[in-house]
């Protein structure tokens, strides 16, 4: 079956697709659900990094796509993927650093067959440098760009992030600087090199951590569901469970004061302003939690909420979607498989009013559309049959 495109916003564009694991893919995924053809090049034989074919990591990553088999390391192998090069928009890895020379698919080998290729490269820590060999995790990067130090409740030691931030961090990051290259590329005509680490994506998510120490010195620790700056925003126990309360600023404060019928709080001198109220958290935290327990978690989100005070339940996964805000904002997408039925994976977070993303696949089958999209270059039946006879595709 040929392309069917997910959306018409970037139909035109053609993604050669050489990542696995959860970083590259989040990237083309982008690129994926609004359109893009996407060409997911695997090797003939199947991928047991990236777990189960019709497991929820692989349906969920690589849907909206087509699958062509073929071993780049033959000769064979590496003239389809040249001719596949000359038709492309994008091509995009995440092998370590010095893999795409060994396989001659390097920036410099791509743009001699398409001065127009843009190739992105996702690694774990940068193309180059001390580290630049070293294999790439998710949870290394969290540990060395900051995270898991600043994470956690203080003296409990480091803690990881629930979900793999920096495989997805470090995946945005490149999907941003395509996106900025394709534009770039409507002026002078060239593709380019866009490289993102999962390294340096985790330091940009420390942010305002990160930025606190670089102009002022100060060491970001452990704050447990405080705010390291901005108080009072914490998780606070409640008859029933917790509620999560945002009131950092005056206004929002005096309105928390008022709300929990403690407006005597406002004037007291240890809460005067945000730096006395960081200072006093401990204070702060337990005068809070005295006015918490006495209701239940919906009743506060609800008086809260009337108040114009920033506030939420804490849910776990099965109750983010039974939320009716989550149903209306459709973060649950259907998607017929033809071997599993229907199935609901995670929506595209971005939406465009005239040219929205849709599921318009699941994800393919190992080798799926190998044939068809040979035959899209010029290879003929016998050509192919011959290819798959020596495991070329």
Wanted: charged residues 25%; glycine residues 8%.
């Amino acid at each position: 079956m040929p392309h069917i495109p997910a959306s018409s916003a970037l139909a035109n564009l053609r993604i050669l697709d050489l990542t696995r694991v959860r970083a590259g893919p989040t990237c083309v995924k982008q690129f994926a659900d609004f359109g893009a053809d996407v060409i997911k090049i695997e090797s003939p034989e199947p991928d047991t990094m990236s777990g189960p074919r019709h497991g929820f990591d692989m349906q969920n990553l690589h849907r909206n796509k087509r699958s062509l088999t073929l071993d780049m390391k033959a000769p064979e192998g590496k003239e389809i993927l040249m001719k596949l090069v000359r038709t492309a928009d994008v091509v995009v890895e995440n092998f370590r650093p010095d893999v795409k020379f060994r396989l001659g698919i390097d920036y410099e080998s791509l743009r001699a067959v398409n001065k127009r290729i843009i190739l992105a490269s996702i690694s774990g820590f940068g193309q180059d440098g001390p580290y630049g060999t070293r294999p790439g995790f998710d949870q290394i990067a969290q540990g060395m760009g900051g995270f898991m130090s600043v994470t956690g409740f203080p003296g409990g030691g480091p803690v990881r992030a629930g979900t793999a931030i920096a495989d997805l961090s470090g995946g945005m990051f490149a999907a941003l600087g395509i996106f900025t290259a394709l534009w770039e590329r409507q002026t002078s005509g060239e593709g380019q090199w866009v490289q993102s680490s999962l390294l340096m994506a985790q330091i940009a998510l420390m942010d305002f951590q990160a930025a606190r120490y670089l102009m002022k010195g100060e060491v970001p620790g452990q704050a447990g569901n405080d705010h390291p700056t901005s108080m009072p925003t914490s998780a606070y126990k409640t008859r029933d469970g917790y509620v999560n309360i945002a009131a950092s600023g005056q206004v929002m404060w005096k309105r928390l004061c008022e709300v929990m019928g403690r407006p005597e709080l406002f004037a007291q001198a240890e809460f005067k302003d945000e730096p006395s109220r960081s200072k006093n958290r401990v204070a702060l935290n337990e005068e809070i939690t005295r006015a918490t327990v006495t209701r239940n978690t919906a009743e506060w989100v609800e008086t809260l909420n009337e108040a114009g005070v920033p506030c939420g339940p804490i849910y776990t996964v099965d109750q983010v979607f039974a939320d009716p805000q989550v149903k209306h904002l459709g973060a649950a997408a259907p998607v017929q498989h033809p071997k599993l039925g229907e199935i609901r994976l995670v929506n595209q977070a971005v939406k465009l009013s005239r040219t929205p993303a849709t599921m318009a696949r699941a994800t393919p089958e190992h080798s799926e559309h190998t044939a068809e999209i040979l035959k899209e270059i010029g290879y003929d039946d016998a050509q192919i049959a011959d290819l798959k006879a020596r495991k070329v595709v």
